[in-house]
């Protein structure tokens, strides 16, 4: 059992709030656990200048300086860099860039990802969050005729897991890790999944694993990913009720 109670292949609470902001053309506040993060989408009628065609989805993630304790820095960073390249790419895994095409050319979607508070999984959270946001966005794009289409290819979701040091015992995989366990972990992992198209079993998009106080066996990573495609799997859930939720 873990300190909050837990199995350990169970997820943090999740609460998803869609509209969360009203300026951006897609929003939601995540919260997993302690960590909760405001994630917006927000359309402009152009693309990069070395795009030649289709549209383009891109991420910005930033950690605000009072997420932690003792207080951040404001500045962007290595870390958060590599993140929001990671959001990035997880984010055009669920659109066809093809059809990101209105009316008068292609369109992008920046996704800015905040995080308000910081205990662990900060990228994961953002990465499920921002889908949702990204959604919304599409919706009311089509809703407003700036797209003949529907561009979405499937929904993403993102969850950490990681093998945990237990005294007394053997280290044991665990889903979701908050802060106290993602500190001392001896494995960390991040999974991004995409649905099917079809539906059923979700699909890998990208995995980052880190033997951060030694190595794993396959063995282990197997039951890494199992743990993460169940959680994924709930994650997905979670979206699909938070945009029930916006379209009531």
Same mark, same amino acid.
């Given at each position: 059992?873990?300190?909050?109670?837990?199995?350990?292949? /169970?997820?943090?609470?999740?609460?998803?709030?869609?509209?969360?902001?009203?300026?951006a053309?897609?929003?939601?506040?995540?919260?997993?656990?302690?960590?909760?993060?405001?994630?917006?989408a927000?359309?402009?009628?152009?693309?990069?200048?070395?795009?030649?065609?289709?549209?383009?989805v891109t991420?910005?993630?930033?950690m605000?300086?009072?997420?932690?304790?003792?207080?951040g820095?404001?500045?962007?960073?290595?870390r958060?860099?590599? =993140? /929001?390249?990671?959001?990035?790419?997880? $984010?055009?895994?669920?659109?066809? $860039?093809?059809?990101?095409?209105?009316?008068?050319?292609?369109?992008? =979607?920046?996704?800015?990802?905040?995080?308000?508070?910081?205990?662990?999984?900060?990228?994961?959270?953002?990465?499920?969050?921002?889908?949702?946001?990204?959604? $919304?966005?599409?919706?009311?794009?089509v809703?407003g005729?700036?797209l003949?289409e529907?561009?979405?290819?499937?929904?993403?979701?993102?969850?950490?897991v990681?093998?945990i040091p237990?005294?007394?015992?053997?280290?044991?995989v665990? $889903?979701?890790?908050?802060?106290?366990?993602?500190?001392r972990?001896i494995?960390?992992?991040?999974?991004?999944?995409?649905r099917?198209?079809?539906?059923?079993?979700?699909?890998?998009?990208?995995?980052?694993?880190?033997g951060?106080?030694g190595?794993?066996?396959?063995?282990?990573?197997n039951r890494?990913?199992?743990?993460?495609?169940?959680?994924?799997?709930?994650?997905?859930?979670?979206?699909?009720?938070?945009l029930?939720?916006?379209?009531?």
């Amino acid at each position: 059992m873990r300190f909050d109670g837990r199995s350990n292949d /169970q997820l943090r609470p999740l609460t998803l709030t869609p509209g969360f902001t009203s300026a951006a053309d897609g929003s939601v506040l995540i919260a997993t656990g302690g960590t909760r993060v405001l994630c917006t989408a927000s359309v402009e009628s152009r693309t990069p200048s070395w795009l030649s065609s289709g549209g383009w989805v891109t991420a910005e993630y930033a950690m605000l300086p009072g997420a932690t304790r003792p207080r951040g820095g404001r500045k962007a960073n290595g870390r958060a860099k590599e =993140i /929001q390249r990671l959001i990035g790419r997880s $984010l055009r895994a669920a659109v066809d $860039l093809s059809k990101l095409v209105g009316p008068d050319g292609g369109v992008s =979607i920046v996704c800015d990802c905040d995080v308000i508070e910081a205990d662990g999984g900060t990228r994961t959270a953002a990465i499920t969050g921002a889908w949702v946001a990204l959604e $919304l966005a599409l919706r009311r794009l089509v809703a407003g005729g700036k797209l003949s289409e529907h561009p979405g290819i499937a929904p993403v979701a993102a969850v950490s897991v990681g093998v945990i040091p237990v005294e007394g015992s053997e280290p044991e995989v665990m $889903l979701d890790l908050p802060y106290s366990e993602d500190s001392r972990a001896i494995v960390d992992l991040n999974v991004v999944m995409r649905r099917a198209p079809e539906g059923g079993t979700p699909r890998l998009v990208e995995i980052q694993g880190t033997g951060e106080q030694g190595d794993f066996s396959r063995e282990q990573l197997n039951r890494m990913l199992d743990l993460a495609e169940g959680g994924i799997t709930n994650l997905l859930a979670g979206q699909q009720a938070a945009l029930r939720e916006a379209s009531a």
